[in-house]
T-cell receptor, first 113, second 113 residues
Framework: AQSVAQPEDQVNVAEGNPLTVKCTYSVSGNPYLFWYVQYPNRGLQFLLKYITGDNLVKGSYGFEAEFNKSQTSFHLKKPSALVSDSALYFCAVRDSSASKIIFGSGTRLSIRP | DAGVTQSPTHLIKTRGQQVTLRCSPKSGHDTVSWYQQALGQGPQFIFQYYEEEERQRGNFPDRFSGHQYPNYSSELNVNALLLGDSALYLC????????????FGSGTQLSVL
């Protein structure tokens, strides 16, 4: 069975500093990995995905994520945080043999001016 | 190009009642997935419809059922509502059942009293 874990309920970062939001996963086959962002009273918006290839993937709004197969991790990163990055971030995974996408519990990112 | 639309946006029901939520996928998409998001939690996968059939199902009781129409729109039905069914119900569409990117609607907020 596939699963995904986000160990931090909240991450607090000062504007201009780098940020990292952690994610680990478990699948039986090859992982398809995703990050989504949710703003208040809105649905989820796609940020980026890893299917295959380069371990560092770039996405929307300056975000990037690093796939680490040995650590089964897919951490979200940004070199310089903006106040507008404050939102709820979800990591998600799909097993290559299944079609359903499973989401983590979410990490609330708070960027202080 | 319309995105994913869901109706209604808000709904209040009492225990034991039945509810139907509706979703129109993004233009060009043929697959609809439904998620339940309780307050402060990540989206939980309910089921996925493709070619008018339920293709994958999460860990939800039979009280949760769905339908997909030839125009790809979908309904989520919940019978015998419980207080614990109160949540934001999200519809996501994609192209093909193994679609790599989900597009989400803004959701239907269901309150069960």
């Amino acid at each position: 069975a596939q699963s995904v874990a986000q160990p931090e309920d909240q991450v607090n970062v000062a504007e201009g500093n780098p940020l990292t939001v952690k994610c680990t996963y478990s699948v039986s086959g090859n992982p398809y990995l995703f990050w989504y962002v949710q703003y208040p009273n809105r649905g989820l918006q796609f940020l980026l995905k890893y299917i295959t290839g380069d371990n560092l993937v770039k996405g929307s709004y300056g975000f990037e994520a690093e796939f680490n197969k040995s650590q089964t991790s897919f951490h979200l990163k940004k070199p310089s945080a903006l106040v507008s990055d404050s939102a709820l971030y979800f990591c998600a995974v799909r097993d290559s043999s299944a079609s359903k996408i499973i989401f983590g519990s979410g990490t609330r990112l708070s960027i202080r001016p | 190009d319309a995105g994913v639309t869901q109706s209604p946006t808000h709904l209040i029901k009492t225990r034991g009642q039945q509810v139907t939520l509706r979703c129109s996928p993004k233009s060009g998409h043929d697959t609809v997935s439904w998620y339940q998001q309780a307050l402060g939690q990540g989206p939980q996968f309910i089921f996925q419809y493709y070619e008018e059939e339920e293709r994958q199902r999460g860990n939800f009781p039979d009280r949760f059922s769905g339908h997909q129409y030839p125009n790809y729109s979908s309904e989520l039905n919940v019978n015998a509502l419980l207080l614990g069914d109160s949540a934001l119900y999200l519809c996501a569409s994609s192209f093909r059942a193994g679609g790599e990117k989900l597009f989400f609607g803004s959701g239907t907020q269901l309150s069960v009293l």
